[in-house]
C-alpha cells in the first residue's frame, strides 16, 4: 500500500483517523525514530489499524529559530520513501504555526490526536515534548490516553556499542566532524543529499572532470571536502563517484554546495533529480597554488574513492 500524505488535522474522512502512530519530528528517520515506528507498527497490527507517522511542517525550529542555519537531515520526498519503506501507510503533516506551538498540551492531545485524528495508539520517544512551554512529556501523554481513550507506548533512549546517543543531534555532528561512517551507523543508512542538477560554471568539464552540481539548501552541511559517494540517478542506476562539499577555493569562491563526479558517465542529466551518498571522507578542501596542481590531486581524489568504492 501507497503512502497516503495528510496535511490537515481538522474534519478529516472517517477513512482518514483511527490509525495506530508514532508521534515525532523524525528528521533523519534514524535508528531511534524507527524504534519508536515499529512500536507503534506492533499496536497497529494488535488493533488491526492502519500504520501512521504524525509530524509537523515546517519543523519548529523553523518557526521558533528562523535565524538557525540550515539542519535538516532528509528533505520531505525521501523522509516519505523511507516512511514507505518502513510500512507507514499514512503521514500525517500537521501544520506547525504560532497557533498549534500556543496549545497546551492537554489541548493537543485532545483537539488534535484525539478530536482531530481520532488516534487508537500513540508511540512516542522516551524524550517527546509536546504543548506550549514543551509541557507535555510521555508521562503526561500516558494520562492523555488514559482519559482520550488511547493507547501509549513510550520508546526508551538507545545508543551504539561506543555510548554514542542514537539521535539527530549526534548525526549532524558526525556529519559536521567529516564522519560520514558514524552518521551512517546511526541513521541505519548513508547520509544522501538530494536536489536538482544544476548548469554551473561548467569549469569542471574544460578540466576533465564534469561534476553534478546541486545545492545543499536546507541541508545541514556537511564538513567541507572530497568525499567517495554513490549517486542514484532519477532512473534508479546507483553510480559511484567522487563528491566536493565546498566552495571552490582554487577558482573563484562560491556559495557553498555539492559537486559530483561520477566515473565513467557522460550524459546531460540538468534538470533531473539526483541523490548523493555520502559515503567516506577523503580530505579537507584546501586552496591550491594553480590549476595544474587542483588536477593532479582531482586526479588522485578519483584513485582514491575508486578504491574505497571497489569501482
Request: charged share 25%; proline share 6%.
Amino acid at each position: 500500500m501507497s503512502l497516503r500524505i495528510i496535511n490537515q488535522w481538522r474534519d478529516l474522512p472517517a477513512s482518514d483517523r483511527g490509525a495506530a502512530a508514532a508521534l515525532g519530528n523524525f528528521d533523519g528517520v534514524h535508528l531511534g525514530h524507527q524504534a519508536v515506528i515499529a512500536a507503534a507498527a506492533d499496536a497497529a497490527r494488535k488493533l488491526g489499524a492502519p500504520l501512521a507517522v504524525i509530524t509537523f511542517e515546517p519543523h519548529p525550529r523553523r518557526v521558533f529559530r528562523p535565524a538557525d542555519p540550515p539542519f535538516r537531515l532528509t528533505t520531505g520526498s525521501q523522509q516519505a520513501r523511507i516512511l514507505e519503506g518502513l510500512g507507514v501507510e499514512r503521514l500525517h503533516l500537521l501544520p506547525f504555526d504560532f497557533d498549534m506551538a500556543s496549545m497546551t498540551d492537554r489541548q493537543f492531545a485532545k483537539d488534535v490526536l484525539h478530536e482531530g485524528l481520532g488516534i487508537r495508539h500513540v508511540a512516542v520517544g522516551f524524550d517527546i515534548s509536546f504543548g506550549a512551554g514543551r509541557s507535555g512529556s510521555p508521562d503526561t501523554m500516558r494520562a492523555y490516553g488514559e482519559e482520550f481513550g488511547f493507547g501509549v507506548s513510550v520508546t526508551p533512549a538507545m545508543t551504539m556499542e561506543a555510548g554514542v546517543k542514537i539521535s539527530s543531534s549526534a548525526v549532524r555532528d558526525a556529519l559536521r566532524a567529516g564522519e560520514p561512517a558514524q552518521a551512517a551507523a546511526i541513521l541505519g543508512r548513508p547520509f544522501a543529499i538530494q536536489g536538482i542538477v544544476r548548469r554551473g560554471r561548467q569549469l569542471g568539464r574544460q578540466l576533465g572532470f564534469p561534476t553534478a552540481n546541486v545545492a545543499l539548501e536546507d541541508y545541514v552541511a556537511p564538513r567541507l571536502g572530497i568525499y567517495a559517494t554513490r549517486t542514484r540517478m532519477a532512473d534508479g542506476r546507483l553510480l559511484p563517484g567522487v563528491s566536493n562539499i565546498g566552495k571552490n577555493p582554487t577558482v573563484g569562491e562560491v556559495e557553498a554546495r555539492l559537486e559530483t563526479h561520477l566515473f565513467d558517465f557522460d550524459e546531460d542529466i540538468y534538470g533531473e533529480v539526483i541523490e548523493t551518498h555520502l559515503l567516506a571522507y577523503l580530505r579537507p578542501e584546501v586552496k591550491f597554488d594553480g590549476i595544474p596542481a587542483l588536477v593532479e590531486q582531482m586526479a588522485l581524489d578519483c584513485i582514491e574513492a575508486r578504491r574505497i568504492l571497489g569501482a
